[in-house]
């Protein structure tokens, strides 16, 4: 999960309006989803740097928004992924990201080699270039792989739950 959508957590009157970010964050960890994350800890890293503030680290905070950010900065809940920067998959990512620290290609890498939906609100970097990342990976990305919106996470479950 892109660490945008943590970081929208709290935006109530912007693209969390209608809290869908909370219910599926409810729902992922209803299911004890474990985040993916490369090896390298660049995920990570940009986790803590953007998420781990003081006030979602205090233990007795009992507002929702802590809990979910509690929940999945827990280094116990990520699975560590390796990313194979001379793999084909990962050469027609950064053909197409290019992000200076690596971490938006390491999310869509890890998402596609796994088979997995990568859920970002990145319109600048991701979701506009789904498209054209669906395109160029096609072969090389396992099947199930995908980008969505929070929003269409969201509706998506809605939808088959």
């Not at 709290?10 to 992922?28: P, Q, V």
């Not at 290609?105 to 669906?134: H, M, P, T, W």
Request: proline share 2%; glycine share 4%; hydrophobic share 35%.
């Amino acid at each position: 999960m892109d660490t945008n959508v943590f970081g929208h957590l709290t935006h109530y009157s912007g693209i969390n309006k209608n809290r869908h970010i909370n219910e599926l964050l409810k729902y992922l960890i209803k299911r004890r989803t474990n985040l993916l994350v490369d090896k390298d800890k660049k995920i990570w890293n940009e986790y803590k740097h953007h998420l781990n503030k003081p006030i979602f680290k205090r233990k007795y905070d009992k507002r929702e928004e802590a809990y979910f950010l509690q929940y999945f900065l827990d280094p116990a809940r990520h699975k560590s992924v390796f990313v194979d920067e001379t793999d084909d998959l990962w050469n027609a990512i950064v053909a197409v990201i290019h992000d200076p620290n690596e971490v938006d290609e390491r999310l869509v890498y890890i998402a596609f080699c796994k088979g997995k939906l990568l859920i970002s609100n990145d319109n600048n970097d991701i979701i506009s270039q789904r498209g054209l990342l669906l395109e160029r990976t096609e072969g090389k990305r396992e099947q199930g792989s995908d980008i969505v919106s929070s929003q269409q996470a969201f509706n998506s479950i809605l939808a088959n739950d």
